[in-house]
């Protein structure tokens, strides 16, 4: 089922080429991502097909809430090395936003160490580092301590300057940018944590907004971008694995817009 997955992505691919040497095409700019099927749409999934809206958003919640996992937040050490394994190198993490490969071994919090980067972040809702969404493998991954710190807990835009050594990531005073190969997956994060995070299990309701200085409320933005930002990074190899390691090995749930990155314009 997989191959259906990546034909739609290749056929995508061979669209922009054909553009790019001049061939006659359709435009591709604000074109929804196409339906996809997946292995689990008759197992996983199967209360949520052909649903859309906040009937799609409910069903999702109840499924990727239900028979969860939790791990503490000192394990979470050792899942990110599991799922964020760099496929060249074994001995190796890729860190969020640069894009470095760096030892597992330098976890830490020193320069030129990685650490436990919340995607969400964790002071926008108050959660922390308690078992629940802090320790949520869905939304951590190694980051460069330093690139880290940068980001902190400001909510996600386009523009701003360059990141030192953050691999084409960018920051301004109120939002920080990604580099573009971690756009969709940061986007995914997040509007999995919406969904995930509904207020009915003694944690704030997460939502995505149109806002960006946010603070300490359970709101993340800027959604539009965001939406884009899933559009421009269809998911990768490298975020699908980390999605099928979480399920089989730890949380045994999934991050239903890896598998379904449609379902973000179905939802919002
Ligand atoms: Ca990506
Ligand atoms: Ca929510």
Redesign the pocket.
């Known amino acids: 089922m997989l191959v259906t997955r990546m034909h739609r992505w290749k056929t995508v691919a061979l669209t922009t080429a054909a553009v790019l040497v001049g061939l006659a095409a359709p435009t591709l700019t604000a074109t929804p991502a196409a339906a996809t099927t997946t292995a689990y749409d008759s197992t996983y999934y199967k209360n949520a097909v052909g649903k859309t809206g906040t009937t799609l958003k409910s069903s999702l919640h109840t499924i990727i809430s239900t028979n969860v996992t939790k791990i503490s937040y000192s394990a979470v050490w050792n899942a990110l090395m599991a799922t964020d394994q760099d496929p060249n190198n074994s001995s190796n993490v890729i860190l969020l936003y640069s894009g470095v490969s760096r030892a597992k071994s330098l976890n830490g919090g020193d320069v030129g160490d990685w650490n436990r980067e919340h995607t969400w972040a964790k002071s926008h809702g108050d959660f922390g580092e308690v078992v629940g969404p802090g320790t949520d493998l869905h939304h951590l991954r190694p980051a460069d301590v330093q690139v880290n710190s940068i980001r902190g807990n400001l909510d996600f835009d386009n523009g701003g300057s360059a990141v030192t050594n953050g691999g084409g990531s960018t920051v301004d005073s109120d939002s920080f940018s990604p580099r573009a190969?971690?756009?969709?997956?940061v986007a995914r994060m997040i509007l999995y944590m919406a969904v995930r995070y509904e207020g009915d299990d003694g944690f704030a309701d997460l939502e995505p907004n149109e806002k960006v200085g946010n603070g300490s409320n359970p709101y993340m933005g800027k959604l539009s971008v965001l939406k884009a930002w899933n559009e421009a990074?269809?998911?990768?190899a490298?975020?699908e694995n980390r999605n099928n390691v979480i399920y089989n090995t730890y949380q045994h749930n999934r991050n239903p817009f890896i598998d379904h990155p449609e379902w973000v314009e179905a939802i919002w």
């Not at 190969?181 to 997956?185: N, P, T, Y």
Request: proline share 18%.
């Open positions: 190969a971690d756009r969709g997956d990074d269809p998911p990768s490298f975020e």
